[in-house]
Structure formats: C-alpha cells, structure tokens
C-alpha cells in the first residue's frame, strides 16, 4: 500500500487548506484511514480517523474545524481544515489499516505516507 499526501502549504491564521491522499497498491483491504501530525518536538497526533462504514472520530483540539471525508471510488481521502491556528503547524501525514475502526492510536495503523509541510504563519 502506498500512500501520497498533498495539499500543505503556508496559510494565515483563520484560513483554510485541503489535503488529499491518494493511495495506491493493494488498496482492496484497507478500512480505515487517517490523518495524523507531528509537530517539531511533540508527540505524533492523530487528529482523524475515518472508516469505509462512515464511521469518523476527531481529536478534541480540531473538532469543530476539520473533517476528514473519503472517496472510496478514487480511494482517497481527505482533510479539510478550517480557521487554522498557528498550533496546527506540523508534518501531516496520512495513514491506512485493514483493521476498522476510526481509531486515533497511532499505533493502529499499518501504513503511512511521507507527509506534507502544514504552517499557520502571519
């Protein structure tokens, strides 16, 4: 299973941006997937976590802000988020399971991508 992040960039404050992940490989068993972030010495966060059912599950910290939706015909997910703040600055990193369920332990997950660069910045 390969995994391709896009969509980061720099934003102000209070603005928006949309990632996409697209997968690829042996995409018939996947589940779940998943966004999570690190941030430069923090802990890696996952933030949502989404399965084929529609199942969705958010961290605290973005509720309300983002959401994570799927298309499954395209097998690729996505992450829009809105009113950023300067704390949501990380590596964002898309993730996928055969297991189910819209888990926010990293651990259950089985791939990863490569990430892209998200900065809230004035």
């Known amino acids: 299973v390969q995994l391709v992040e896009s969509g980061g960039g720099l934003v102000q404050p209070g603005g928006s941006l949309r990632l996409s992940c697209q997968a690829s490989?042996?995409?018939?068993?996947?589940?779940?997937m998943g966004w999570y972030r690190q941030a430069p010495g923090k802990q890696r966060e996952v933030v949502a976590g989404?399965?084929?059912?529609?199942?969705?599950n958010y961290v605290e910290s973005v509720k309300g802000r983002f959401a994570i939706s799927r298309d499954t015909a395209k097998n690729t997910v996505y992450l829009q988020m809105n009113s950023l703040k300067p704390e949501d600055t990380a590596v964002y990193y898309c993730a996928a399971t055969f297991k189910i369920g819209a888990s926010l332990d990293p651990q259950f997950y089985a791939y990863w991508g490569q990430g892209t660069q998200v900065t809230v910045s004035s």
């Open positions: 989404i399965t084929n059912g529609g199942s969705i």
């Open positions: 490989g042996n995409i018939f068993s996947i589940y779940s």
